[in-house]
């Protein structure tokens, strides 16, 4: 009861309390980052079938559909913007929280700055709040591997994680707070079978849709005073009875309120998945420090992670295909939105001659290797030069962190596909900027349908 008790007075005054500097800035990056992930993410098949379903049910008009001006009720916003957040396999991560934090509490945040018409100030210490939370109730589970549990942590982490956001963006008092624990805990759900989805919808909806929506409910519940169980986190048949593996309730409430999670993040420099960052800065690297072309190219042999050569190798979906991005980039030299998921270079003669050049090496070496994610490449030119680089810190990971250069290159990067000038407004505003959440709203529309 002390750690419920704890966590659930640190959430109720969250707002009172002021971010330091450091993290009031990494929180605007990954604002925008996720801005950038919801927008190019309506293009998409999760984002879009997100939007047209949100469009269709209705309710009071408290959020907009991002990108757009259509208002629907919280929850529907939420989830919808939520879809979209994880349909471009470029929002952010956390390594030891095992989720993806951005793509459902940014929109969980947003969804509500909207509803009850607030600033910049606020949004920002909600969102750190979020990551705080989420990240704390995942390791407080103490999975050893994402194997060791039948359940997501990227369904769990999101939902606490959102919950809270949205919980201090209504005010909750104390009392609320733990009947928003409590019913966050009824909600919470997910199974780690999301990784066999060929379609990355359904993937989406556990990630951020289904989240940001139970955890939007869960708050608006707790503000209407829905009464709970006392002792649901810890308590008997709880949720570390039902979810833990080796429980270590003290994490809980480590350091909080002195760590922020949000400053342990990770940004995706490039808009493909996880394991696959590493090889992108591997090409980059390559060819900014070597002069070829990739019809030079005789053989190329990636070392990848073992742990995460499945997810990756030769994958039909263009944006986790590790061969496919490889060549890609080797062939356009830049790695942007369209370079990422324009189907037709699936089948490109240039791509398919040097994907089939590409050889990959499950390494246990790599999977054992600290920082996680590392990758080796090597290019064996026709004139039987060699050229190698060994990938072992990932650009945007907090042991070789993105600054506000490399974000907003990132963004302008990958908003090119809209050719609007609104977006460069958008990444200003964020980035150095007060505001309110109805400038905020008016910037963000492109007009995508």
Known sequence: MDIQQTLTKYISEALS???????????????????????????????????????????????????????????????????????NETDDSHTNGRFHPGCAIVPATLAIAERENLSSKEILKAIALGYDIGVRITTSLGYKTPKTTIFA?????????????????????HQQCNYLLSYTIQQASGLACWNRDPDHIEKAFVFSGMTTRNAIYSALLAKENFTSVTDPLLGERGFHEGFAHNPKPDLIISELGKKFEIDHSSLKKWSVGSPIQSMMDAVEYLLKNNDFDHKDIKELT???????????????????????????????????????????????????????????????????????????????LNDGKKLFYHAS????????????????????????????????????????????IKEFVELSNLNIS
Do not use: W
Request: aromatic content about 6%; charged content about 25%; proline content about 5%.
């Open 153 to 173: 942590t990227h369904s769990l982490g999101p939902i606490f994680g959102c919950a809270a956001s949205a919980g201090a963006l209504l005010k909750l008092n």
């Open 17 to 87: 309390h002021e971010l330091p500097k450091e993290t009031e800035l990494n929180t605007r990056f990954h604002l925008l980052d996720t801005m950038v992930a919801i927008l190019t993410g309506r293009l998409l098949p999760p984002g879009k079938k997100g939007f047209e379903f949100s469009k269709n049910q209705g309710g009071p008009k408290e959020a907009t559909l991002l990108g757009n001006d259509i208002k629907v009720s919280a929850i529907h916003a939420g989830f919808a913007n939520g879809m979209a957040a994880h349909a």
């Open 302 to 380: 990636i070392e990848i992670p073992s742990d995460r050569f499945h997810i990756v190798n030769d994958r039909e979906i263009p944006s986790i295909s590790a061969q496919h991005l490889i060549a890609v980039h080797l062939i356009k030299k830049t790695m942007g939105y369209e370079e990422a998921h324009d189907e037709k270079l699936f089948n490109d003669p240039d791509v398919v001659t040097l994907r089939k050049k590409i050889k990959s090496v499950s390494s246990d070496e790599l999977a054992k290797a600290r920082p996680e994610r590392q990758s080796k490449l090597t290019i064996i």
């Open 393 to 436: 810190s990932v650009r945007g990971t907090p042991d070789n962190p993105m600054d506000k250069d490399d974000i907003t290159a990132k963004s302008k990067r990958l908003f090119k596909v809209f050719n609007n000038s609104k977006t460069d407004d958008l990444i200003d505003c964020i980035l150095n900027k007060d505001f309110t």
